[in-house]
């Protein structure tokens, strides 16, 4: 695949997420959206230790699912430790050019949803 259809297929690829449809596949591990990044909802208050209001967290889950998946594919949270994902942001907040309070939703969702997801776990 050359470099033009590389970049339209990531750019399909985020039209996708961006529309908030699932992405499934037949292969086992696949994931859907909501599994690698979960919608904002009831749980995210009851789980999650934040102050953040559940606009901001949709607002981060938003610039999650399109402007991070501008450049590349959207990893599940719950893979990176809390900490790697904090050096993320701070490293490419800047290069994707997000203002302060995007940067703050993105990460302020970042690590609700990773809070949730590992409580989730715990309780399988």
């Not at 994931?31 to 909802?41: F, K, N, S």
């Not at 009831?42 to 934040?50: E, G, K, L, N, V």
């Amino acid at each position: 695949m050359n470099v033009r259809q590389d970049n339209g297929a990531r750019w399909a690829m985020g039209l996708l997420l961006a529309g908030g449809a699932s992405v499934t596949c037949a292969l086992p591990g696949c994931l859907t959206v909501e599994q690698m990044a979960p919608p904002v909802g009831p749980r995210f208050s009851s789980i999650a230790m934040t102050s953040a209001t559940r606009a901001t967290l949709a607002r981060g889950r938003e610039v999650y699912l399109t402007d991070c998946a501008r450049c590349h594919s959207v990893e599940p949270i719950d893979r990176y430790s809390m900490g790697r994902w904090r050096s993320v942001i701070e490293r490419m907040a800047p290069l994707s050019k997000l203002d302060e309070s995007g940067t703050a939703a993105l990460q302020a969702y970042i690590l609700a949803a990773h809070e949730v997801m590992e409580t989730e776990k715990g309780k399988e």
